[in-house]
């Protein structure tokens, strides 16, 4: 049971242009999301993140959108640039607000490729 | 800092040998984290840590152990390797609380063929 769920493999857009990545998640226990970016042969690195009680969240290009009501969330890149091609994960957290004892595990979508031409 | 690494980067084992992978993180980050990344999967929590001491089961424990003898150590061993567990490893590591919450800083992986 796929949790979290990103259902495009890849994204292929001109430089410039926006890149619109999405996620959507079934277990409404999650109260946390973040996006992950992955580059070959190395770890995945933290992008941005957004809790609960926000529907948005910016960071320089990177913007992210939670839509509670519909469990769907979305990264948006303005303006893609080429070295933004990477693999993208949206990953999720419960407990934040609830406490308990999630200890910070992660469930992590399949990822999108992708892929900024110059 | 070194952040979170990984030894080794590299294991071709056959079927039925065993191995450990070490994790080493120099943050003194209380939680660690293995995961196994497959095609098509994303990345899936084997079992995790929360304090020297301490493991606890994640999504896809079975065939491995764990080990945290030392705070800064996250130790991932193999008993009897099978080609399902051909993958890409990832240790993390994460404060226990902070902003933002549950960030957790990965290591460069360790790819495993197990023929």
């Known amino acids: 049971d796929q949790q979290v769920k990103q259902n495009s493999p890849s994204l292929s857009v001109q430089e410039g242009r926006i890149s619109i990545l999405n996620c959507d998640y079934t277990?409404?226990?999650?109260?946390?999301f973040l996006w992950y970016k992955k580059y070959p042969a190395e770890g995945p690195t933290f992008l941005i993140s957004?809790?609960?009680?926000?529907d948005k969240n910016e960071d320089g290009r990177f913007t992210v959108f939670l839509n509670k009501s519909a469990k769907h969330l979305s990264l948006h890149i303005v303006p893609s640039q080429p070295g933004d091609s990477a693999v993208y994960f949206c990953?999720?957290?419960?407990?934040?607000?609830?406490?308990?004892?999630?200890?910070?595990?992660?469930?992590f979508g399949q990822g999108t490729i992708l892929t900024v031409h110059p | 800092n070194a952040g979170v690494t990984q030894t080794p980067k590299f294991r071709v084992l056959k079927t039925g040998q065993s191995m450990t992978l070490l994790c080493a993180q120099d943050m003194n980050h209380e939680y660690m984290y293995w995961y196994r990344q497959d095609p098509g999967m994303g990345l899936r929590l084997i079992h995790y840590s929360v304090g020297e001491g301490t493991t606890a089961k994640g999504e896809v424990p079975d065939g491995y152990n764990v080990s945290r003898l030392k705070k800064q150590n996250f130790l991932l061993g193999l008993e009897s390797a099978a080609p399902s567990q051909t993958s890409v490893y990832f240790c993390?590591?994460?404060?226990?609380?902070?902003?933002?919450?549950?960030?957790?800083?990965f290591g460069p992986g360790t790819r495993l063929t197990v023929l």
């Open positions: 957004i809790s609960s009680i926000k």
């Open positions: 277990n409404s226990m999650f109260d946390y």
């Open positions: 990953a999720a957290s419960e407990g934040l607000y609830a406490g308990g004892t999630s200890y910070g595990k992660l469930t």
């Open positions: 993390a590591s994460s404060y226990s609380t902070g902003d933002p919450y549950n960030e957790q800083f």
